[in-house]
C-alpha cells in the first residue's frame, strides 16, 4: 500500500502549508491556526487546504483532535526514516500482520468507548469513499484514513501513535508485496462488509463487537496478502 499520495494527487497546499509551519517556527506540540486563518494565510479553499492537512497528517507532520484542533508533530511521535528502514528490513509480513491483530483491534475497542460524533462522521467518511474509490492508490488512501480515523477516535495520543508507527511499517512492507490485477477495488471487495462491520460496531459503542470486526477483518487482509504472495 501507499505510504502517502502520489505526485498527480498532490495539490501546492501540500507545500505551501509545509512552508508556513517551517516558517513560523512551530514546535512539536504547537497548536496552528483555525482553519478559516489558514485559508486566508494560504490562499485556498477549505476543499484544498483540507486535502492539504490530511497529507501532512498521513506523513506524520501534524495529528489533528477532533474539537481541539491540528497539532504539530513531534519528531518522536513517529519512526525516523533509518529506523523505518531498519525495522521494515527485519520485520516479516507475518509478524507484521501479527502486530496488526495484537492492536488494532484493541483500538477499535477503545474507539468504540471514546468516540465523539464528529469522529464517527469521520470514519464513515472515509468507509464511503473508499467504496466508490475508482483506483487502487485512492482505495488505499482513503482505507488509511479509514483505520487512522478509528485510532483518533480512540481519544487517546498514545493509541495515535502507535498505530501511526505501526502502519508507517505496514505500507512499507505491503509496497513490497502486493501485486493487483485490476485498476481497481472489485465491488466484491470483502473489506468494504469488513468496514461496515467495524463501523457499525463504533456507531453502536458495541467495544467487544468492535473488536472482534477489526479481529476479523485484519484476519482476512491477512489471509489475501498472503495468497497473493
Known amino acids: 500500500m501507499l505510504t502517502r499520495l502520489e505526485t498527480k494527487d ?12 517551517a516558517g513560523r517556527e512551530y514546535a512539536p506540540g504547537d497548536r496552528l491556526p483555525p482553519e478559516r486563518e489558514l485559508i486566508g494565510h494560504l490562499k485556498v479553499t477549505r476543499t484544498t487546504l483540507r486535502k492539504a492537512l490530511d497529507t501532512l497528517e498521513r506523513e506524520g507532520v501534524i495529528w489533528r483532535h477532533v474539537g481541539k484542533g491540528t497539532f504539530v508533530s513531534s519528531k518522536n511521535d513517529s519512526l525516523e526514516t533509518g529506523d523505518l528502514a531498519a525495522v521494515v ?23 468504540a468507548i471514546n468516540a465523539s460524533r464528529e469522529a464517527i462522521a469521520r ?8 467504496i466508490d474509490a475508482e483506483s487502487w492508490p485512492e482505495y488505499e ?27 508507517a511499517v505496514r505500507r512499507a512492507v505491503a509496497l ?21 462491520r467495524i463501523y457499525a460496531a463504533i456507531e ?13 477483518h485484519i484476519g482476512s487482509v491477512s489471509a489475501r496478502l498472503f495468497r497473493d504472495m
Open 176 to 196: 513490497n508485496t502486493v501485486i493487483r490485477y485490476d485498476d481497481r477495488p472489485p465491488r466484491t471487495h470483502t473489506s468494504f462488509a469488513e468496514h461496515d
Open 141 to 167: 488512501t482513503n482505507d488509511d484514513l479509514f483505520h487512522h480515523a478509528i485510532a483518533e477516535a480512540s481519544d487517546n495520543i498514545l493509541l495515535v501513535t502507535l498505530f501511526d508507527q505501526l502502519n
Open 204 to 216: 453502536a459503542r458495541d467495544s467487544k463487537a468492535a473488536y472482534e470486526a477489526m479481529r476479523q
Open 123 to 130: 470514519i464513515k467518511k472515509a468507509k464511503d469513499r473508499a
Open 10 to 21: 498532490r495539490n501546492p497546499a501540500v507545500d505551501a502549508l509545509r512552508e508556513f509551519i
Open 89 to 111: 528490513q527485519q520485520i516479516t509480513p507475518v509478524r507484521m500482520m501479527r502486530a496488526r491483530l495484537a492492536i488494532e483491534p484493541a483500538i477499535a475497542g477503545e474507539a
